[in-house]
């Protein structure tokens, strides 16, 4: 297995686009390495897109987030835990849905990163509207 450090993004980002598609949504994946939207999807009922950016965690610990987060009505970030379970392929990994309005609401001083902000995997638990294909309800509902 690579170990590189961009594994559990590509393979969160790939992740999500497989589920997203199985909703039924068109899902546009784009590339680049610093980039602020991972996937386009299309809702062919609404006729609206949304972007996402997808952040990807091995472990239960804190997902990494921008220092100036988009806060569109039409953005949100997709946090997804692999719960130290990355190479088991038979585990299913959590995913969580924010609209980027909430993103500073939930936000929290990464210890020892200076400005740096993260989202803590313990307190997403406590939201379980963001789980799931709940979470992934919010996308198209406004």
């Known amino acids: 297995m690579p170990k590189t450090r961009q594994s559990s993004n590509l393979a ?7 589920l997203l598609f199985r909703l039924g949504y068109v899902v546009t ?5 610093t980039k602020e939207i991972d996937l386009m999807v299309y809702d062919p009922e609404t006729q609206k897109t949304v972007t996402i950016d997808v952040k990807g965690l091995k472990n239960k610990t804190n997902w990494i987030m921008p220092k100036n987060p988009s806060e ?8 997804v835990t692999f719960k130290n379970r990355f190479i088991d392929l038979d585990k299913i990994p959590e995913v969580y849905t924010l609209p980027s309005e909430q993103i500073r609401k939930l936000w929290v001083d ?12 313990r307190d997403l638990r406590e939201h379980p509207e963001f789980k799931g294909k709940d979470g992934m309800k919010l996308l198209f509902q406004r």
């Open 12 to 18: 969160a980002e790939y992740y999500v686009a497989s």
């Open 29 to 33: 994946v784009t590339f680049g390495n």
């Open 72 to 79: 569109r009505p039409d953005h949100f970030y997709v946090l």
């Open 110 to 121: 990464w210890a020892g990163k200076g400005e740096q902000r993260a989202i803590k995997y």
